[in-house]
């Protein structure tokens, strides 16, 4: 399932269905998940570990909130649905919106992809931007309350277990109990709610776990009033090492510089440069090199695996439970999907509310967000399976997909039509599948003698 086949929000779709929900992470889908909610229970509580500040500033919670970041399309329209005007507010606040057909410039299996016929718009910013907008507009709904500097300790459940009744949370030292009809779990790879289901006589979800070994060090820099340009250079067997170049709010690239499999870039400015060198395609280190620092300072952060919780295969869950973003499915971040996999399955929490309440909520939702993460899922890991190195469950087609990939992005060089179809389906616009599709099939296979 992608942004084609999400049903959109209809705000007119849910009546009231509970007194007081209850979501732990104010994450980006912790705070969409909180957005919905607000149309059915008369009250929302998010409950937030890290300190309320009232500038975009990055998190503890949100270790990747310091990279490189874009909103694809897949998230783009679903946050305009949820927040009108969101689009309008981010560039006010100085994030951008280029075209990833003509200014996003993507270096893979060693070229540059030809611009597309038609504009594909896509909002870039720091992820501290894309979240506070999304955080201050929940914040100022009717009934809605963040809760900042509260610890997440337990579930309330009844007696035997089968119903999450609310939270136990803790706050400077004191505990209290949090009562809800529904509790969203939003804590991210974190998440203690695998072992709560093994503790209570649940069968934990099984997990799939692909392991990449990545790092990414990320420099900030001036950008220069006139260049709206972003770079991409993908890893490309046997070269374990990329980048990506977006440009920010205030004038700012952030270089986000990344290895696979152990080969992680240093945080010292002279040492990224080194390693920025070693890549081919647009030229990083000359950026790194030529424009101003914003800082010495070097962010970076280590992400052993994909990882994902079969929570669709469980023949028994609570009621009165949902379990939403990296707390399902996390992904190795160079694909740039969490944002849009956080705002469709706000979607599917959504229509799984109006079409059948609170009853049998959780599985309901693990269900219709099975097909919502089975794109991203087999893009991030089929990626990352070009690489010998890589260890985990590989799905099955992953070999000729990626062999057909490679062909396609190889005639993507000189066909514009093929860049853009590439971009639709990993912006998550489209399915996998449009790729196979005649006219796309037939210039991937057409002679090169025979031109476009």
Not at 304 to 319: A, C, I, K, M, V
Request: glycine share 10%.
């Amino acid at each position: 399932m992608t942004l084609a086949t999400v049903p959109r929000y209809d705000p007119d779709r849910i009546a009231v269905r509970g007194e007081h929900a209850v979501v732990v992470g104010a994450s980006m889908a912790g705070l969409l998940a909180a957005r919905v909610l607000a149309d059915g229970f008369e009250t929302v509580t998010i409950v937030e570990r890290d300190s309320e500040s009232d500038e975009p500033v990055a998190r503890h919670g949100v270790p990747q909130g310091r990279h490189a970041h874009l909103l694809e399309e897949a998230g783009r329209a679903p946050l305009e649905d949820l927040f009108p005007g969101y689009g309008e507010e981010l560039l006010s606040a100085g994030g951008l919106i280029i075209d990833m057909l003509s200014e996003f410039v993507s270096y893979q299996k060693g070229g540059v992809l030809a611009n597309g016929p038609t504009r594909l718009p896509t909002y870039f910013a720091t992820r501290p931007l894309f979240e506070a907008i999304v955080r201050r507009r929940v914040a100022e709904l009717d009934g809605v309350e963040i809760q900042y500097d509260h610890r997440y300790v337990d579930y309330l459940a009844d007696g035997d277990a089968t119903t999450v009744e609310g939270i136990v949370v803790e706050n400077e030292g004191s505990e209290r109990e949090l009562p809800a009809d529904l509790v969203v779990d939003a804590t991210g790879r974190t998440s203690r709610t695998p072992t709560w289901l093994d503790e209570h006589g649940y069968v934990a979800p099984a997990v799939d776990e692909v392991q990449v070994d990545v790092a990414y060090s990320t420099a900030v820099i001036e950008r220069p009033a006139d260049d709206r340009r972003a770079f991409f250079v993908e890893p490309d067997p046997p070269r374990t090492r990329g980048a990506a170049v977006f440009p920010a709010e205030d004038g700012r690239w952030l270089v986000s510089v990344l290895g696979l499999h152990g080969d992680h870039p240093p945080t010292e400015p002279e040492k990224l440069k080194a390693f920025a060198a070693s890549l081919p395609g647009p030229d990083i280190e000359g950026l790194l090199d030529t424009q101003p620092w914003v800082s010495d300072e070097i962010a970076h952060y280590p992400f052993p695996s994909n990882r994902r919780y079969r929570y669709e295969d469980l023949d028994r869950f609570p009621e009165g439970l949902v379990v939403i973003g990296d707390a399902i499915a996390s992904f190795n971040p160079i694909y740039g999907q969490g944002m849009s996999v956080a705002a469709l399955e706000a979607l599917v929490l959504h229509h799984a509310l109006a079409t059948g309440g609170l009853t049998d909520l959780g599985r309901r939702f693990f269900d219709r967000c099975e097909g919502i993460l089975d794109v991203p899922w087999s893009i991030a890991v089929g990626g990352d399976f070009e690489f010998p190195q890589t260890e985990g469950s590989k799905p099955r087609g992953t070999d000729f997909l990626n062999w057909y990939l490679a062909r396609l992005i190889r005639k993507a060089h000189t066909d514009g039509e093929l860049t853009e179809a590439l971009f639709r389906v990993f912006m998550m616009e489209r399915s996998p599948t449009s790729l196979f599709r005649p006219s796309v099939v037939g210039r991937v296979f057409k002679p090169a003698s025979l031109g476009k």
